[in-house]
């Protein structure tokens, strides 16, 4: 399972809160569904490029920055290179985007780019980076990562836009998955937004798209858990199954079509008592999303 990326204490949610709301006034984006992207970025002062160059910028500056050892493997620097979804040139103001990249996660990628500019803390280290032969050390890097993601959401969702949008429609997965056209995001983002955001204990699963091994089945693989917090402190640490082999509950309510219907299961708390739940699910073609909260809020 993929480590969290998006979670940042308090007042770190405050400081980015603070700087997208400045950029959601600059571009006038408040109440525009959906969420005006272009005029975003411009008034970031930034744009999109129009030519993939990203292969070639990125290979460029990685190379130079490797080892003269590792330079002579240049297999391992094309799977580099390969990971890279977007990327910021900021003496050209330009981001780069991988055009094979889903238009709507390419929304929220652009304005993750733009957030390495728009928060002063991150653009004034970048800027000093560029000047020096200093590299971001690793545990940095996550966390400006995991602030730009967190600048995106909050961009793109209008900070409380979404959550008082949300809060008129019954709970279901059907609400994320509406908000999420009206918005202009994919369904992962209004999915994960939905749960961080609203006032019902949710949990939302990741799973890859079910894998046969030959004489054992299918087996869904999971690839994220986000939870509200309401949620973590009733349930606490939940261990989730890294593998749901074929008698597993979200292996067998898995959606044969695109949506289930809500289905009861139960779920051990944090004081080791099961509570009754129920559990929604949605194959978006690209992975397949439970939804997950207690029957009685």
Known sequence: MRKDDGTLTPQGQSSVRKYADLLLRKADAYGRLPTPVNDLIDAAKLEIARENALDKVYLGELYRALPNAFKLVPDRLKRAAGKVLGL????????????????????????????????????????????????????????????????????????????????????????????????????YAAARRYVVTGCRPSALLVFEQPVVRPELGEYLVLRRAVVSPSFGEHFGEVRWPHECGPGHFFTRYRPRNKLTAPTPFRLMNAEGTHVACLAEAFDSTHQIFFLLCPLKP
């Open 88 to 187: 910021l040139d900021r003496p050209a103001r330009t981001i780069h985007l991988d055009p094979g990249v889903h238009r709507k996660k390419q929304t929220f990628l652009s304005l993750h780019e733009v957030a390495h500019d728009a928060l002063p803390w991150q653009r004034q280290t970048f800027a000093l980076l560029e000047d020096s032969e200093n590299e971001l050390d690793p545990e940095t890097h996550d966390q400006y990562e995991r602030e730009a993601n967190c600048f995106a959401s909050e961009v793109l969702f209008q900070l409380d836009g979404f959550a008082e949008e949300a809060a008129d429609w019954d709970f279901g997965i059907r609400t994320p998955l509406k908000l999420s056209a009206r918005f202009g995001s994919s369904f």
